[in-house]
């Protein structure tokens, strides 16, 4: 493959007609949510668009994040890397390791320093000066700071390298924190979820390729193409809230009929995502559809937010008794959740003052 190829000319060298090219621009500007007319435009920018490339870095994770970028399907996770972006260092996917591994990644920094995409996932531990977790002998605190200074943007894949997740629940024996608690310098996108959505990570990517930018963001960094609407007003139950039916159990004859879960601990109201629009599954499902409330995991501390199975707080009373008109009831939600929505701009200014390995020690 040429080096300074355009992914045009790449395409056409491995045979992809026009007509399969469009194809895929059409997908990827309905997958970001531009308008038909659009299309042209995305053909336009992917014709002359180079091959970035793309460092994904994973700390205190699961490999969950991972495992949902490889059940991506449009565009497909082979797509992307093998001609789209050019993955240069992944833990979890690449062929090399050990000192091999850390050459990739040093090269990659040095040929494309300024330019590169870095793709963080897990939370950064700082507690015993990083000693909680460390890759070739490097903290992870050093290793972003290291392979962050040559990044032209950074995507904090996941929940965890968006707010911390699960390692910064409460107790946090590790003083996990964000990529954006340590890294105040550099354009970051934050695509929270336990884990995010396959096409939502790529189509994130998607959008940097056909741009050559970071998609518009909301108060805490999330692109407002995914994360714009919450799940509650695109659900497909809402109509059975807006009436004041909901399922008392998990299998009584509402649950059954598909009435409202907000009884049972849905998260929707006060959850942004993309869950009840893109879904799961190449689109087959999400969680409310398969009977199950939201657990609000793409929202800040979501783990330490309550009961997952206790009721968003708001003041309309027992939610057992409707006795006030469904309107004031959904407008009684609405305000709990802009009411949150304040809190999480609060957390989110707090989260950008940055933090030291010395500032997690007092604390603990």
Same mark, same amino acid.
């Given at each position: 493959?040429?080096?300074?190829?355009?992914?045009?000319?790449?395409?056409?060298?491995?045979?992809?007609?026009?007509?399969?090219?469009?194809?895929?621009?059409?997908?990827? %500007?309905?997958?970001?949510?531009?308008?038909?007319?659009?299309?042209?435009?995305?053909?336009? %920018?992917?014709?002359?668009?180079?091959?970035?490339?793309?460092? !994904?870095? #994973?700390?205190?994770?699961?490999?969950?994040?991972?495992? #949902?970028?490889?059940?991506?399907?449009? *565009?497909? @996770?082979?797509?992307?890397?093998?001609?789209?972006?050019?993955?240069?260092?992944?833990?979890?996917?690449?062929?090399?390791?050990?000192?091999?591994?850390?050459?990739?990644?040093?090269?990659?920094?040095?040929?494309?320093?300024?330019?590169?995409?870095?793709?963080?996932?897990?939370?950064? *531990?700082?507690?015993?000066?990083?000693?909680?977790?460390?890759?070739?002998?490097?903290?992870?605190?050093?290793?972003?700071?290291?392979?962050? /200074?040559?990044?032209?943007?950074?995507?904090?894949?996941?929940?965890?390298?968006?707010?911390?997740?699960?390692? $910064?629940?409460?107790?946090?024996?590790?003083?996990?924190?964000?990529?954006? &608690?340590? @890294?105040?310098?550099?354009?970051?996108?934050?695509?929270?979820?336990?884990?995010? @959505?396959?096409?939502?990570?790529?189509?994130?990517?998607? $959008?940097?390729?056909?741009?050559?930018?970071?998609?518009?963001?909301?108060?805490?960094?999330?692109?407002?193409?995914?994360?714009?609407?919450?799940?509650?007003?695109?659900?497909?139950?809402? *109509?059975?809230?807006? /009436?004041?039916?909901?399922?008392?159990?998990?299998?009584?004859?509402?649950?059954?009929?598909? !009435?409202?879960?907000?009884?049972?601990?849905?998260?929707?109201?006060?959850?942004?995502?993309?869950?009840?629009?893109?879904? !799961?599954?190449?689109?087959? #499902?999400?969680?409310?559809?398969?009977? $199950?409330?939201?657990?609000?995991?793409?929202?800040? &501390?979501? !783990?330490? %937010?309550?009961?997952?199975?206790?009721?968003?707080?708001?003041?309309?009373?027992?939610?057992?008794?409707?006795?006030? *008109?469904?309107?004031?009831?959904?407008?009684?939600?609405?305000?709990?959740?802009?009411?949150?929505?304040?809190?999480?701009?609060?957390?989110?200014?707090?989260?950008?003052?940055?933090?030291?390995? /010395?500032?997690?020690? &007092?604390?603990?």
């Amino acid at each position: 493959m040429a080096e300074h190829e355009t992914l045009g000319e790449q395409l056409r060298r491995q045979g992809i007609s026009r007509r399969s090219f469009l194809k895929f621009c059409a997908a990827t %500007a309905s997958l970001m949510a531009l308008p038909p007319g659009m299309v042209g435009a995305v053909a336009a %920018a992917l014709e002359k668009a180079r091959r970035p490339s793309v460092i !994904w870095l #994973s700390f205190q994770e699961c490999t969950g994040c991972t495992e #949902s970028l490889t059940r991506s399907h449009s *565009p497909t @996770i082979e797509s992307l890397i093998f001609g789209a972006i050019s993955l240069d260092y992944h833990h979890t996917l690449q062929a090399a390791s050990g000192h091999a591994a850390e050459a990739a990644r040093e090269q990659a920094m040095h040929d494309a320093d300024g330019s590169y995409l870095l793709l963080v996932d897990g939370s950064i *531990p700082l507690g015993q000066g990083g000693a909680y977790s460390t890759i070739a002998g490097m903290t992870n605190l050093q290793m972003l700071e290291d392979t962050a /200074k040559g990044a032209a943007a950074i995507v904090a894949v996941g929940s965890c390298a968006a707010f911390g997740g699960l390692p $910064h629940a409460d107790p946090n024996p590790t003083g996990a924190v964000a990529v954006s &608690d340590i @890294i105040t310098d550099k354009p970051i996108i934050n695509v929270p979820g336990c884990p995010p @959505i396959p096409t939502v990570i790529t189509g994130v990517l998607a $959008h940097y390729l056909t741009f050559g930018s970071i998609p518009p963001l909301d108060e805490l960094g999330r692109p407002l193409m995914f994360f714009g609407d919450s799940i509650h007003d695109r659900c497909y139950r809402r *109509p059975f809230y807006d /009436k004041g039916l909901f399922a008392k159990t998990f299998d009584d004859e509402g649950a059954r009929d598909g !009435w409202c879960l907000y009884e049972l601990g849905c998260k929707g109201p006060t959850t942004h995502n993309a869950c009840a629009t893109v879904k !799961w599954n190449e689109g087959t #499902s999400f969680p409310i559809e398969s009977g $199950h409330p939201c657990l609000g995991c793409s929202e800040p &501390d979501f !783990w330490d %937010a309550g009961s997952f199975y206790n009721p968003v707080p708001a003041p309309i009373g027992d939610t057992g008794k409707w006795a006030v *008109p469904a309107v004031a009831a959904g407008a009684a939600v609405g305000v709990a959740a802009g009411l949150y929505g304040r809190k999480r701009k609060a957390d989110a200014q707090a989260r950008r003052e940055p933090l030291t390995v /010395k500032d997690m020690e &007092d604390k603990s």
